[in-house]
């Protein structure tokens, strides 16, 4: 029928119909994200988060540079954490020190082995 009876042509009636479906393929993808963001979401806050190395559990694992014990936590100071017991002790009475120049212990009664040699 024409259109001044009333009645939308059929090519119309095909768009608007490709229009309802391309909305609603919209709609849904758009939900589909949401949902996969929450869940992302809710398995990142449920994924337990890794211990430090220093942590109480597994702080033991660590060995002492100097003779390969088991090392202590010492809170009061952290440089003593690397140590066993009985170098920690000899580090608070200063009988022994870490090297400024290469990062290895020495006692404090002779001069570290990178110092020795040094002609400087």
């Known amino acids: 029928m024409d259109m001044a009876g009333g009645l939308t042509p059929p090519s119309d ?11 609603t393929i919209i709609t849904v993808i758009f939900t589909i994200a949401i949902i996969a963001l929450i869940i992302f ?5 449920m994924t337990p988060i890794p211990k430090d190395k220093k942590t109480k559990e597994n702080f033991n694992n660590d060995k002492c540079p100097i003779c390969g014990e088991k090392t202590e936590e010492y809170r009061d100071n952290p440089r003593q954490d690397k140590l066993c017991r009985v170098h920690a002790a000899m580090f608070r009475d200063d009988q022994i ?5 290469c990062g290895s212990w020495y006692s404090t009664n002779e001069a570290c082995n990178c110092r020795k040699f040094d002609k400087s």
Request: glycine share 0%.
């Open 97 to 101: 020190a870490l090297c400024k120049y």
């Open 41 to 45: 979401a809710i398995k990142t806050i």
């Open 13 to 23: 009636l095909i768009e608007n119909n490709n229009l309802i479906r391309l909305e």
